[in-house]
């Protein structure tokens, strides 16, 4: 089946651009053509800019459940920090029944789809029930997640994790027997049932992710990468979120976490390291060298005091950037975007600072700081997607140029004004496959979503 939309501006070779319309043919783009040339059966989009979908390349699901939940501390104890707020949530994972964890995260995808995000790459942790026993399928609760993704119609890359101890060497702690999983054949097995089952549903697919270099056995490495390379899966890790992370790796190999993992062969364009905050000069120009992806979440390296990205260095190296929502402390692709920007301000003393490698003359972040939220993402999940071109998935957005946060915004500074001043309630519709999931800023299921996930809150 045949759709044509004709919005006032279309992002095409990265600007926006008037009198063009896009052609869907099920759930590809078949082509870009002028305006004039869509029937009178086009699906008219008067005063909407169409741009690609944004990907979210990291997210963590349930933790949608304790938003402004960890925002406190007593007033005596001035340590609260990612490893306070870690013990937070593991309570909030333990709380979780199969049918509240589909019903937290198809609330979390509903209100991605809204924000604008298409894709969302979901770095799944949660295997076992709550005392820590597997269950009866051991891909229960990710079945569970990618049901609730097909419930809401957004395009899920389930990155399955293993998590097999608390820190290098040391057993699972009590609260972590959830997350684990206790043998690497165990978990690539469970990794083919996922591909296997996902194998007919156009909308599903799926990774690995062994969790972090404290979460996962260093000998588990090269056969992850290697199973990884074998089927063309994306592979992602958090790598280096914090200090304490690269100390435990200095002490236990006596290598930073980087090149522990240049070292065992693990970076590739395949690969895509989440967070790397942490980062000493050589092992930026290690990731730029094998051309990583780095996925920035800095909505929640902001909220947990992560740290900064050097996103300039690992871009000059030759890195990818791609932004995920995280612990879902907010979902706003174009907060994650602009963050970007305004953390390497704030960094260096100056303005402007991350511009497309190919400008020229007066140039503005915008085109590649979109480029950071669509194509960059899809690259790191190994989609074709990210980007308004024949062929690729028909995962688009549309932006409201009446929307107050875009008043006097013309198509030459439409860009850099959502990269840098647009927010989620910008977007009225959206489209995955070809479908629109998001009409006038609305989901066709959205209160029974809305009900479900107020009555897992209050469980």
Same mark, same amino acid.
């Given at each position: 089946?045949?759709?044509?939309?004709?919005?006032?501006?279309?992002?095409?070779?990265?600007?926006?651009?008037?009198?063009?319309?896009?052609?869907?043919?099920?759930?590809?783009?078949?082509?870009?053509?002028?305006?004039?040339?869509?029937?009178?059966?086009?699906?008219?989009?008067?005063?909407?800019?169409?741009?690609?979908?944004?990907?979210?390349?990291?997210?963590?699901?349930?933790?949608?459940?304790?938003?402004?939940?960890?925002?406190?501390?007593?007033?005596?104890?001035?340590?609260?920090?990612?490893?306070?707020?870690?013990?937070?949530?593991?309570?909030?994972?333990?709380?979780?029944?199969?049918?509240?964890?589909?019903?937290?995260?198809?609330?979390?995808?509903?209100?991605?789809?809204?924000?604008?995000?298409?894709?969302?790459?979901?770095?799944?942790?949660?295997?076992?029930?709550?005392?820590?026993?597997?269950?009866?399928?051991?891909?229960?609760?990710?079945?569970?997640?990618?049901?609730?993704?097909?419930?809401?119609?957004?395009?899920?890359?389930?990155?399955?994790?293993?998590?097999?101890?608390?820190?290098?060497?040391?057993?699972?702690?009590?609260?972590?027997?959830?997350?684990?999983?206790?043998?690497?054949?165990?978990?690539?097995?469970?990794?083919?049932?996922?591909?296997?089952?996902?194998?007919?549903?156009?909308?599903?697919?799926?990774?690995?992710?062994?969790?972090?270099?404290? #979460?996962? %056995?260093?000998?588990? *490495?090269?056969? @992850?990468?290697?199973? =990884?390379?074998?089927?063309? $899966?994306? +592979?992602?890790?958090?790598?280096?979120?914090?200090?304490?992370?690269?100390?435990?790796?200095?002490?236990?190999?006596?290598?930073?976490?980087?090149?522990?993992?240049?070292?065992?062969?693990?970076?590739?364009?395949?690969?895509?390291?989440?967070?790397?905050?942490?980062?000493?000069?050589?092992?930026?120009?290690?990731?730029?060298?094998?051309?990583?992806?780095?996925?920035?979440?800095?909505?929640?390296?902001?909220?947990?005091?992560?740290?900064?990205?050097?996103?300039?260095?690992?871009?000059?190296?030759?890195?990818?950037?791609?932004?995920?929502?995280?612990?879902?402390?907010?979902?706003?692709?174009?907060?994650?975007?602009?963050?970007?920007?305004?953390?390497?301000?704030?960094?260096?003393?100056?303005?402007?600072?991350?511009?497309?490698?190919?400008?020229?003359?007066? #140039?503005? %972040?915008?085109?590649? *700081?979109?480029? @950071?939220?669509?194509? =960059?993402?899809?690259?790191? $999940?190994? +989609?074709?997607?990210?980007?308004?071109?024949?062929?690729?998935?028909?995962?688009?957005?549309?932006?409201?140029?009446?929307?107050?946060?875009?008043?006097?915004?013309?198509?030459?500074?439409?860009?850099?004004?959502?990269?840098?001043?647009?927010?989620?309630?910008?977007?009225?519709?959206?489209?995955?496959?070809?479908?629109?999931?998001?009409?006038?800023?609305?989901?066709?299921?959205?209160?029974?979503?809305?009900?479900?996930?107020?009555?897992?809150?209050?469980?």
């Amino acid at each position: 089946m045949s759709t044509t939309l004709v919005p006032d501006l279309l992002w095409e070779n990265g600007r926006f651009v008037p009198e063009r319309a896009l052609v869907i043919n099920g759930d590809r783009i078949q082509a870009i053509v002028p305006a004039a040339q869509a029937g009178p059966d086009a699906q008219r989009l008067p005063r909407r800019a169409l741009m690609p979908g944004f990907v979210n390349a990291h997210s963590h699901a349930f933790q949608r459940l304790i938003r402004g939940r960890t925002q406190w501390r007593p007033v005596e104890d001035r340590s609260a920090d990612f490893w306070s707020w870690r013990e937070e949530m593991y309570r909030a994972a333990l709380m979780l029944s199969p049918d509240e964890v589909e019903a937290v995260s198809a609330f979390c995808f509903m209100e991605m789809l809204k924000a604008g995000y298409t894709t969302v790459g979901e770095f799944h942790y949660l295997h076992n029930d709550r005392s820590g026993a597997p269950y009866d399928d051991p891909a229960e609760l990710a079945q569970r997640v990618i049901a609730a993704a097909r419930s809401v119609g957004i395009r899920i890359v389930l990155l399955h994790v293993a998590y097999a101890t608390s820190g290098i060497g040391q057993a699972l702690r009590p609260e972590q027997l959830r997350f684990a999983t206790p043998t690497l054949d165990g978990y690539l097995d469970v990794v083919d049932s996922l591909q296997a089952a996902a194998s007919a549903d156009p909308l599903v697919t799926v990774g690995v992710a062994p969790h972090s270099i404290r #979460a996962v %056995p260093r000998d588990w *490495l090269p056969a @992850i990468r290697d199973y =990884a390379q074998q089927r063309d $899966l994306p +592979l992602h890790m958090h790598v280096s979120e914090q200090p304490a992370e690269v100390d435990a790796a200095l002490a236990a190999y006596g290598l930073r976490p980087v090149e522990l993992l240049e070292q065992d062969g693990v970076l590739d364009a395949r690969f895509t390291a989440v967070h790397a905050t942490h980062l000493a000069a050589h092992e930026v120009n290690a990731l730029g060298a094998s051309a990583v992806t780095i996925c920035a979440c800095p909505t929640t390296e902001r909220d947990l005091g992560d740290g900064f990205l050097q996103a300039a260095n690992l871009l000059d190296a030759g890195a990818r950037i791609a932004i995920g929502t995280d612990s879902q402390s907010i979902i706003d692709p174009f907060e994650e975007v602009r963050v970007i920007e305004y953390h390497e301000r704030l960094q260096r003393l100056r303005r402007i600072v991350l511009l497309p490698p190919d400008a020229e003359g007066a #140039a503005d %972040p915008g085109p590649l *700081l979109l480029d @950071i939220g669509t194509r =960059a993402g899809a690259a790191a $999940l190994r +989609l074709p997607a990210g980007r308004l071109e024949e062929g690729s998935l028909a995962d688009l957005v549309a932006v409201d140029l009446d929307h107050i946060a875009l008043a006097g915004c013309e198509a030459d500074t439409l860009a850099v004004h959502l990269a840098l001043g647009g927010r989620a309630e910008c977007v009225s519709d959206v489209w995955t496959g070809g479908v629109q999931r998001i009409a006038a800023r609305r989901h066709a299921d959205e209160e029974r979503l809305r009900a479900s996930f107020r009555a897992a809150v209050r469980s």
